[in-house]
Nanobody
Framework: QLVESGGGLVQPGGSLRLSCVAS????????MGWYRQASGKQRELVAA??????????NYADSVKGRFTIFRDNTENTVYLQMNSLNPEDAAVYYC?????WGQGTLVTVSS
């Protein structure tokens, strides 16, 4: 099970940190991803981090490179998405994903 939190309303230029707590799985062993789905659009990959044994490498959608950071706290079994310099185009429901399991999503709204 994956449970996201941390979404909310933020002004343009602001920051949010999303959290995804995993139960029933050990996140360091698997690739973890953050996806988002804006209203009327398809779900898209935002960021992913590979397992520790695969080097823990990260990759990002071009639209968020340099602004978002995905990282993992293995002791907390949690993966995070630090989002900076948010703009209205980042508004969406953000989902955590791993091994065929989706979280319930957390809503991010960017508005002044």
């Amino acid at each position: 099970q994956l449970v996201e939190s941390g979404g909310g309303l933020v002004q343009p230029g602001g920051s949010l940190r999303l959290s995804c707590v995993a139960s029933g799985t050990i996140i360091r062993l698997y690739t973890m991803g953050w996806y988002r789905q804006a209203s009327g659009k398809q779900r898209e990959l935002v960021a992913a981090i590979t397992s520790v044994t695969s080097g823990g490498s990260t990759n990002y959608a071009d639209s968020v490179k340099g602004r978002f950071t995905i990282f993992r706290d293995n002791t907390e079994n949690t993966v995070y998405l630090q989002m900076n310099s948010l703009n209205p185009e980042d508004a969406a429901v953000y989902y955590c994903y791993s091994r065929g399991v989706w979280g319930q999503g957390t809503l991010v709204t960017v508005s002044s």
